[in-house]
DNA sequence: GTCTATAGGAAGATAGAC
DNA sequence: GTCTATCTTCCTATAGAC
């Protein structure tokens, strides 16, 4: 998965992988058919693992809420532990069409979770949002995007980021008292 | 680029490449001296419009405004042509050592021009962020994000996207009487 | 379960005819 | 400027020894 991520499916080769685990390359087919389903499922194991991960979330009460929740399960899923690596949407292209189903099947999953939540929260009143489906595409890519440049180790803590995209993803989808809430949204 | 973009960098050939303009393999390196050269130019032609374009924008008048106008303008160079295409900042990793690092450069302008906004809109007191740094890497996901998925014809007007996305990331970095501002930001 | 060896094909890039 | 033909290297995947 690290190698997959830093420098994407097609340019890495089985001899790569095989080095990295310290074999030869014929060996890897004693793991997997062939590099396809390698890719396949490491993809289907995150995004079940992701789906996994929400289950155990507390996602009761109001939708501002579950919204902390949902956005603290993300972010211990795909970066609590030490180990933790997460592969892009990006790599969903090398995928082949009926793999790419399956893994679009269980990403919907997921990002239903999340609209649901932005949905009762409209329709409560809690959140200012004037398209559930959009606000969800723009919140998952503000989820997604953190994992592309977070590195442990750097300036920010892990939690530290955590507690500022909690606040922000919150202000975004609240309008409370929010001063342009009058003002034309374009020119 | 809509092949690099679509399929990725190594999983691109030239022979495809050749395919799709109407060539034979051999006759690509009349125009380049090679594929990765190709890439590095592709990418470097997208990161200098982007940043002639901000030149045009107008920037000035309040940290909320230049916002607003930063993000028309990101807006206006990548998808508003007939023709616009992106290759999503994935590709980087593919550009050798040498030519990443000049993308570097030219990356760190347009991303540096909008921290700009923010640091001011913070230090006027116009925005509520406790960290440029992080807000600006907040807000470089969520207009890259939009590429990934926007296609013209779809079920929203770009414009209509537009306006969206300048609404919420005005709200994101607005704190004016946003209720949460006392609650704990992580549990 | 892992190795060496290799089949069979596709890749980037070049040479030389036209 | 473009073609065909080809060099060389690397790829995925398999076969068979140990």
Redesign the pocket.
């Known amino acids: 998965m690290r190698l997959f991520t830093e420098h994407g499916f097609?340019a890495?080769?089985?001899?790569?992988?095989?080095a990295e685990v310290?074999?030869?390359?014929?060996?890897?087919?004693?793991?997997?058919?062939?590099?396809?389903?390698?890719l396949f499922n490491l993809l289907s194991e995150q995004m079940q693992g992701a789906i996994e991960a929400l289950k155990h979330a507390d996602l009761t009460g109001s939708a501002a809420r579950r919204l902390d929740n949902f956005v603290r399960s993300h972010f211990q899923f795909h970066m609590g532990g030490p180990d933790a690596a997460f592969m892009p949407y990006t790599e969903l292209r090398n995928l082949t069409p009926a793999n790419y189903e399956k893994l679009e099947v269980m990403r919907r999953i997921y990002e239903d979770a999340l609209e649901q939540i932005i949905i009762d929260g409209h329709d409560s009143g809690e959140f200012d949002v004037d398209d559930s489906k959009l606000t969800t595409l723009v919140l998952i890519s503000i989820l997604n995007g953190v994992l592309s440049w977070y590195r442990p180790g750097g300036r920010l803590s892990l939690d530290r980021v955590e507690a500022h995209y909690i606040e922000i993803i919150g202000k975004a989808v609240c309008g409370f008292g929010y001063e342009g809430a009058e003002r034309p949204a374009a020119e």
């Open positions: 097609a890495v080769s089985m001899r790569q992988i095989a310290g074999v030869q390359a014929g060996a890897l087919y004693l793991y997997t058919p062939n590099k396809q389903t390698l």
